[in-house]
C-alpha cells in the first residue's frame, strides 16, 4: 500500500513527496523529531510528545510551523488514511531549506520543512520480545552535549546499534564518567530490591514521554523511584532491568555484555509496569 504522508501543508503519496536538497535537515541535522505511537487506532500521549515538540524548537530557536490542534488532526488524518492501528507516526521538523548552504541561520523568511509519516506495526503491544527481554551492550557515549534537545542528529545512536548486532545483542547502553546515560533509542532501568533506579534528568539524557509516564504509574502504584546515575556493574548485580521508549513502552532487559541480570528472564517489576503503562495509556488515548 502506498502510504499517504504530511509535507509543508499537503497529504501526497509517498512516493510524490518531496524535500529540498538545501533543506538544513539534510545538510545539517538542523532539525527536531517526535516519535507517537498508535494502539487501537488511537494516539499515546499525543499531548506529551507535542509538548516536547515545543520546548526541543525553542532551545534551538527554531519556529514551530504548526499548531498543537492543528498537528492533532494531521496526526489523525494520517492515521485515518492509512488505516493505522498500531504503529507509529513519525514528525520531523527541520529549519527549512535556505537559498544556498551556508552555516548561519537564515532568516524567517525561510519556512520550517515539516514532514509527518506512518510506520504500521500491527500487534505493536504485543510484540514477542517483552516475553523473553532483550540484550544489551555497554559502549562509550560520544553524542554531544545536549541530548535533552529531540535533533534528528541520529548517527552515534545508529553506529550503538550496530555495535550491539555485531555483538549478537539488541540494543547498547551508553556510558559517560562511569554511568550509564542511556539506550540509543530509550531510556535505561535497573531494579534493586523494591527500587526502580534511573538517571535524573539533565542535558545528558533524553527526557522520555514513556518514562515521565512510568514513573508517574510507578509512584501511584507505591513502587519506590530512585532517578540517579547508575553504573554497568550495578546493573549487572541488579535484580532485573528494563527500558522504556515511545514505540517499545516497557522492555524487559536481561543481559548486559554478556552478563545476566537476575534470573536472566524478564522480572516482575518490568511486567507489571509494562502491564498499568499500557493499559492507561490505552485508556488515555486520543
Ligand atoms: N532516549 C533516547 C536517546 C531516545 O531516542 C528516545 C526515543 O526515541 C528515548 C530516550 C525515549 O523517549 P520516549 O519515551 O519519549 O520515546
Same mark, same amino acid.
Given at each position: ?21 538545501? %533543506? ?38 527554531? +519556529? ?6 492543528? &498537528? &492533532?488532526?494531521?496526526? +489523525? ?10 504503529? /507509529? ?5 527541520? +529549519?527549512?531549506? @535556505?537559498?544556498?548552504?551556508?552555516? @548561519? ?16 506495526? =500491527?500487534?505493536?503491544?504485543?510484540? =514477542? ?29 545508529? /553506529?550503538?546499534? *550496530? /555495535? @550491539?548486532? #555485531?555483538?549478537?545483542? %539488541? %540494543? ?6 562511569? @554511568? ?13 530490591? %523494591? ?17 515521565? #509516564?512510568?514513573? +508517574? ?5 507505591? /513502587?519506590?523511584?530512585?532517578?540517579? #546515575? ?5 546493573? *549487572? ?14 522492555? =524487559? ?8 541480570? !537476575?534470573?536472566?528472564?524478564? !522480572? ?19
Amino acid at each position: 500500500m502506498t502510504r499517504t504522508v504530511y509535507v509543508n501543508g499537503e497529504y501526497l503519496p509517498e512516493g510524490e513527496a518531496k524535500v529540498s536538497i538545501f %533543506d538544513r535537515g539534510f545538510l545539517f541535522a538542523d532539525g527536531v523529531y517526535e516519535v507517537t505511537s498508535v494502539l487501537g487506532g488511537k494516539l499515546i500521549d499525543f499531548a506529551g510528545h507535542a509538548k516536547r515538540l515545543e520546548r526541543s524548537l525553542n532551545e534551538l530557536d527554531m +519556529r514551530n510551523p504548526i499548531s498543537s490542534d492543528d &498537528l &492533532l488532526e494531521v496526526h +489523525r488524518e494520517l492515521v485515518r488514511a492509512n488505516e493505522i492501528t498500531d504503529g /507509529m507516526i513519525y514528525l520531523q521538523i527541520t +529549519r527549512g531549506a @535556505a537559498a544556498d548552504r551556508d552555516f @548561519a541561520f537564515p532568516g524567517d523568511d525561510v519556512e520550517p520543512t515539516i514532514v509527518l509519516f506512518t510506520q504500521s506495526k =500491527p500487534g505493536l503491544a504485543d510484540s =514477542p520480545a517483552a516475553k523473553v527481554g532483550i540484550k544489551v551492550i555497554s559502549i562509550a557515549d560520544e553524542r554531544w552535549g545536549r541530548r535533552d534537545i529531540k535533533t534528528v542528529q541520529l548517527l552515534y545512536p545508529s /553506529m550503538g546499534k *550496530m /555495535m @550491539a548486532k #555485531a555483538a549478537g545483542c %539488541d %540494543d547498547a547502553w551508553m556510558v559517560e564518567d562511569g @554511568a550509564v546515560t542511556e539506550g540509543t533509542s530509550n531510556n535505561a532501568y535497573i531494579v534493586k530490591g %523494591d527500587t526502580i533506579i534511573t538517571r535524573h534528568l539533565g542535558n545528558e539524557i533524553l527526557h522520555g514521554i514513556t518514562r515521565a #509516564a512510568v514513573l +508517574r504509574f510507578a509512584r501511584e502504584a507505591q /513502587m519506590k523511584v530512585e532517578e540517579r #546515575a547508575f553504573t554497568i556493574d550495578e546493573a *549487572m548485580g541488579a535484580d532485573e532491568a528494563f527500558i522504556t521508549s515511545a514505540s517499545t513502552f516497557v522492555m =524487559p532487559v536481561v543481559e548486559v555484555d554478556g552478563t545476566a541480570i !537476575g534470573t536472566g528472564k524478564p !522480572g516482575p517489576v518490568a511486567a507489571r509496569l509494562r502491564e498499568i503503562y499500557l493499559e492507561e495509556s490505552r485508556k488515555a488515548a486520543v
